[in-house]
């Protein structure tokens, strides 16, 4: 093919990136609510019919830019992601400051509250969100503690789907209630107290 | 004071409960996005102007509406409610459980969703959230928490703060992820794992 014509597949390839990159940046400048799937188009110099050929919503462009955002970052929890050193805290330590940074950055923190935000009111958003982001997180993250039970690292009686929920609660409840930064430190003060418990030793 | 002539303060008072009843029976038929000022107003009997003249928006209604809610009943977690049985892990049992099941509620669980979900984009809705409800319940529990330690339940250099923000944590994180409906059983392991630890004992 002579480089004049243009390739089809690769200009959707180039708009697609276009149009996930475009929702990141301006969800950053303007906040998730001030968005529009216009504005989106605009930016990355599409047509806005573009966007609704591949998503159905603002918030369905929104999913797919955080999950490209989560995936490429350490930390992010997609699955098969998890470390394992051998150490199940120090693995816990690292996943959990990695999700951390990635909430209190500039471009996935105001995203990712837009996105929770909008999944209240869209049943179908919020399937997709745990379809496609929470679970295959939680599946690697259930797998890396099952390994830490095999070894005997965490006793056999534990339940490991409420300590994710405890741990990255923890995180959410942060980032949604906004009642103190995320800090690192926490994540370490959290760890101590699920692995040591709570009684004088 | 003649009983034929209306007492403008009681008026007020009857005035202002309509309001606050309207708000939290509309939005458990409707859902939160869908219920306007005006609906609250019509369902209330007064005038929208009146709302405006209490509450600066609609978030602002919702978030006294939850706060009275949450005030009524079990496990609410308006300052001083704290039971003190002498047993930490079982008072702060009943007050989980007493979350959980407002969570779960018809009438609060949506109305809740629906107030973080709108806060996201109102920093001022997610101050006054913070100060009028999350702050006074962690007071009290701080508070209670604080005897525990002094009793030795719980190891001095436990922080509790981070436990608050796990134990309640994991709720918010189902509420507003829907990623597993709230139970009571995952109540009692995430106090099995704070407690115990996770090592073998």
Redesign the interface.
């Given at each position: 093919m002579p480089p004049s014509v243009p390739d089809p597949a690769r200009r959707n390839e180039r708009s697609h990136r276009a149009i996930l990159e475009a929702t990141v940046e301006l969800v950053a400048e303007l906040?998730?609510?001030?968005v529009s799937v216009e504005a989106i188009a605009k930016r990355a110099g599409v047509g806005k019919q573009t966007i609704y050929r591949w998503w159905p919503s603002k918030g369905a462009v929104a999913l797919e830019a955080l999950d490209d955002r989560l995936r490429t970052a350490p930390g992010g929890g997609s699955s098969g992601s998890w470390p394992d050193t051998g150490d199940i805290v120090e693995d816990l330590r690292v996943q959990m400051y990695g999700v951390s940074e990635l909430f209190t950055s500039r471009e996935v923190g105001p995203l990712y509250?837009?996105l929770?935000?909008?999944?209240?009111?869209d049943p179908a958003l919020?399937r997709a969100?745990?379809d496609q982001l929470?679970e295959p997180a939680?599946v690697a993250c259930r797998a890396r503690l099952a390994l830490a039970k095999e070894r005997?690292?965490?006793?056999a009686d534990?339940?490991v789907?409420?300590?994710i929920?405890?741990?990255?609660?923890?995180?959410?409840?942060?980032l949604?209630?906004?009642?103190?930064p995320l800090d690192l430190a926490?994540i370490d003060?959290?760890l101590?107290?699920?692995?040591?418990?709570?009684?004088?030793?």
């Amino acid at each position: 093919m002579p480089p004049s014509v243009p390739d089809p597949a690769r200009r959707n390839e180039r708009s697609h990136r276009a149009i996930l990159e475009a929702t990141v940046e301006l969800v950053a400048e303007l906040g998730y609510e001030q968005v529009s799937v216009e504005a989106i188009a605009k930016r990355a110099g599409v047509g806005k019919q573009t966007i609704y050929r591949w998503w159905p919503s603002k918030g369905a462009v929104a999913l797919e830019a955080l999950d490209d955002r989560l995936r490429t970052a350490p930390g992010g929890g997609s699955s098969g992601s998890w470390p394992d050193t051998g150490d199940i805290v120090e693995d816990l330590r690292v996943q959990m400051y990695g999700v951390s940074e990635l909430f209190t950055s500039r471009e996935v923190g105001p995203l990712y509250q837009g996105l929770i935000a909008a999944a209240q009111c869209d049943p179908a958003l919020s399937r997709a969100h745990l379809d496609q982001l929470i679970e295959p997180a939680s599946v690697a993250c259930r797998a890396r503690l099952a390994l830490a039970k095999e070894r005997g690292e965490i006793r056999a009686d534990a339940d490991v789907q409420t300590l994710i929920d405890m741990l990255w609660g923890a995180l959410y409840y942060r980032l949604l209630l906004h009642t103190r930064p995320l800090d690192l430190a926490q994540i370490d003060l959290s760890l101590d107290i699920v692995f040591r418990g709570l009684r004088d030793a």
